[in-house]
C-alpha cells in the first residue's frame, strides 16, 4: 500500500498548478490576482505566461520530488519558491503602479508568503 503524500508537497503543487492554470483561461483577471496594473486597451503580455509556465513547472516538481519522498530536493524547491516569492514581492511594489505599488500595493501577500515557505523549508513542515 502505498504512502500518501505529504501535506507540503500537496499544498503547493495543488496551489500552484491552480495558480498556473488561472493565469492561462484568465491572463486579464490575473494582472490583478499578481498585483500588476493592466492597461485596459492592451492585451495581456507575455509575461504572464511566463508566471503560468514558472507556476505548472513547480506545481509538477512539487508532486514529483513529493512522490518520491525527496525531502531534500522539495526542501530546496520549498526555498526556490520562497525566493520567487520575493522577486515577485519587488515586481509587485515597483511595478505596480498607483493600484498595486508602493506601500498600499499586493507586495506585502508575496513577501509573507516567502517568508513563511522559508520558515516550512527551515523547519521541515509537513515534508
Not at 104 to 119: A, D, E, P
Amino acid at each position: 500500500m502505498a504512502m500518501p503524500l505529504a501535506p507540503t508537497p500537496v499544498i503547493l503543487g495543488t496551489s500552484m498548478l491552480g495558480l498556473g492554470i488561472y493565469r492561462i483561461l484568465a491572463p486579464r483577471q490575473a494582472y490583478g490576482l499578481f498585483g500588476l496594473p493592466l492597461v485596459a486597451s492592451s492585451n495581456p503580455s507575455p509575461f504572464i505566461y511566463s508566471c503560468s509556465g514558472r507556476d505548472l513547472m513547480l506545481g509538477i516538481a512539487y508532486f514529483l520530488l513529493g512522490a518520491q519522498r525527496n525531502y531534500e530536493g522539495l526542501r530546496a524547491l520549498v526555498v526556490a519558491t520562497a525566493v520567487a516569492a520575493q522577486v515577485d514581492a519587488l515586481t509587485v511594489w515597483v511595478h505596480g503602479g498607483v493600484e498595486y505599488g508602493g506601500w498600499k500595493g499586493k507586495w506585502l501577500g508575496h513577501s509573507l508568503g516567502g517568508v513563511v515557505l522559508v520558515g516550512v523549508a527551515w523547519k521541515g513542515w509537513g515534508l
